[in-house]
């Protein structure tokens, strides 16, 4: 979304001709019809709720040694990608087969809590959330 303000009949805009005043009100209305053409009925309130419910299950899955619960919440493609340690792995398959790896059981799964979410609704059907996730585990926190 964008802002768009213009002070008519002040400064520059007070020495302009009658005629170029004229198209500046005509395009007014046409500006805002467009604009309002561009805007929708989104249930921002939904989303974010949807979203927030998302999180949730997927900390109580991975809370419970449910890596394949955890994992449920990501589309089943290749498209999928998981970035950590470094290292951007693609597809969800070669994802999760190496969080299975790196997470065998519910002791190095550990506690996970997501803390500070973000969510920016881009539309009604994307939204980009930006948060900090918390591993607590017996021996460490990493």
């Known amino acids: 979304m964008f802002a768009h303000s213009a002070a008519l009949g002040r400064g520059r805009f007070a020495q302009k001709s009658t005629a170029m005043k004229s198209r500046l009100v005509t395009a007014a209305p046409l500006f805002f019809v467009l604009f ?3 805007c929708s009925t989104i249930d921002e309130s939904a989303i974010r709720q949807e979203i927030t419910e998302t999180l949730t299950k997927q900390a109580d899955a991975w809370n419970n040694a449910d890596l394949d619960g955890y994992m449920r919440v990501y589309e089943e493609s290749d498209s999928v990608r998981f970035a950590s340690g470094g290292t951007v792995t693609f597809g969800w ?3 999760r087969d190496r969080m299975k790896r790196a997470y065998p ?8 809590v997501y803390t500070d979410i973000d969510i920016k ?3 009604d059907e994307a939204a980009l959330v930006f948060g900090k996730w918390i591993l607590r585990r017996s021996t460490d926190t990493p």
């Open 93 to 95: 398959k070669t994802v």
């Open 105 to 112: 059981d519910a002791e190095t799964m550990g506690t996970l």
């Open 121 to 123: 609704i881009l539309n």
């Open 36 to 38: 309002c053409a561009s």
